[in-house]
């Protein structure tokens, strides 16, 4: 491939980046203007933990793909919220279960709506064929990096 003719607009990286960035800031602004006071770095931990209360922090960030500082000051900010709350491992004493409060409990299916919501935006005018061919391709090129 001649790097002359490479244009980063067209490139499949910075195109991915740019999607993803817009989608974010789409559901980002689907949360907001629906009075959720989450981000989606924080709907990332609490979508985790409305399919298993209870996680470590560790398992928490391998499953979002975060950082421990960052998962740690997103449970942070939860906290503050209270959203979740830390809980002293029964048998590891160095460590701290992860659960959701009745509030974060509570906001479930509303943001899942608002998610849904999001998705129904970003793929308005596809046809379902070509969104279902989209996403085996991006499954591949997830697959590809990840090895």
């Not at 990286?13 to 907001?32: E, M, P, T, Y």
């Not at 989606?40 to 985790?48: D, G, N, T």
């Not at 969104?131 to 391709?137: H, K, S």
């Amino acid at each position: 491939m001649d790097y002359r003719n490479y244009k980063l607009a067209e490139s499949i990286g910075f195109q991915i980046v740019d999607a993803g960035r817009l989608v974010i800031n789409r559901l980002n602004s689907n949360f907001k203007d629906n009075g959720y006071p989450v981000t989606h770095e924080q709907w990332s931990i609490l979508i985790r933990l409305w399919e298993e209360d209870g996680l470590t922090q560790n398992k928490l960030a391998t499953l979002t793909g975060k950082d421990q500082p960052s998962v740690s000051r997103l449970i942070n900010n939860l906290e503050k919220n209270d959203l979740v709350m830390r809980v002293e491992h029964p048998v590891d004493k160095r460590t701290n279960l992860i659960f959701l409060t009745a509030k974060g409990k509570k906001l479930q299916i509303g943001l899942i709506e608002q998610a849904q919501k999001t998705i129904e935006q970003i793929s308005h005018g596809v046809d379902k064929d070509e969104l279902e061919q989209f996403l085996r391709v991006l499954k591949q090129i997830t697959q590809n990096l990840s090895t």
